[in-house]
């Protein structure tokens, strides 16, 4: 079935640092990439998206690239600050069941070192 | 964007009995979706609940367990139906425009004993 990847689990950077996370989805026909931050007992909140028809979006320093012969994305936060500290969900929307649905990565949690 | 309003926050319930949770969007949305997420894991899509029709169900779940309301395109319910203790967890609707950012709620802890 379809389902996504998504790496590493447990991320440690130090204040001003940048942090990498990666994520691969299965299914070709997806063109809808969201990542959301989800700070403990929150809900989850989205931070930025990418769609299939651009391979790179940036928010201030948050960035997202796309790869989509190799099916995969990431997400770069650059200048880490202890306010980034949260767990990080990568999803990919599928196409099943006449209806659009996300399917999320297991998520990393992001620990960022004063 | 959409607001999404869940209610009960979190709940203890007896095994056996059931639990109705409710999420009120502030404005009208085209899909509906509930998950299931165990503490400290990812988010497991439940079903999708389709405005005058049957919800959608994912592999492992089930409409006897699990069923779902969708009155109109600014509520839904998910009921957990005879509930045992691996029912406990968090579940979370989130709503939204086809194939785009989906809103959560703010979740309900659900506790069996």
């Known amino acids: 079935g379809e389902n996504v990847e998504q790496h590493p689990s447990t991320l440690s950077v130090q204040e001003g640092d940048s942090a990498v996370i990666k994520c691969t989805y299965s299914?070709?026909?997806?063109?809808?990439f969201p990542w959301y931050k989800q700070e403990l007992g929150k809900r989850p909140q989205l931070i930025i998206d990418?769609?299939?028809?651009?391979g790179e979006k940036k928010d201030q320093r948050i960035a997202v690239t796309l790869n989509k012969t190799a099916k995969h994305f990431s997400l770069h936060i650059t200048e880490t600050q202890p306010e980034d500290s949260a767990v990080y969900f990568c999803?990919?929307?599928?196409?099943?069941?006449?209806?659009?649905?996300?399917?999320f990565g297991s998520g990393t949690r992001l620990l960022v070192r004063p | 964007s959409a607001v999404i309003s869940q209610k009960p926050s979190r709940d203890i319930c007896q095994r056996g009995t059931s639990l109705t949770i409710q999420c009120q969007v502030d404005?009208?949305?085209?899909?509906m979706f509930w998950y299931r997420q165990q503490p400290g894991q990812s988010l497991t899509l439940i079903a999708t609940a389709n405005q005058g029709s049957e919800a959608t169900y994912e592999s492992g779940f089930v409409i006897d367990k699990f069923p779902i309301s969708r009155p109109n395109l600014t509520f839904s319910t998910l009921t957990v139906s005879n509930m045992s203790p691996e029912d406990s967890s968090i579940y979370l609707c989130?709503?939204?425009?086809?194939?785009?950012?989906?809103?959560f709620g703010q979740g309900t802890r659900l506790t069996v004993v």
């Open positions: 990418i769609r299939s028809n651009v």
């Open positions: 299914d070709s026909a997806s063109n809808y």
């Open positions: 999803a990919a929307s599928i196409f099943k069941d006449s209806s659009y649905k996300l399917i």
């Open positions: 989130s709503g939204g425009a086809s194939n785009t950012e989906a809103f």
């Open positions: 404005s009208q949305v085209t899909m």
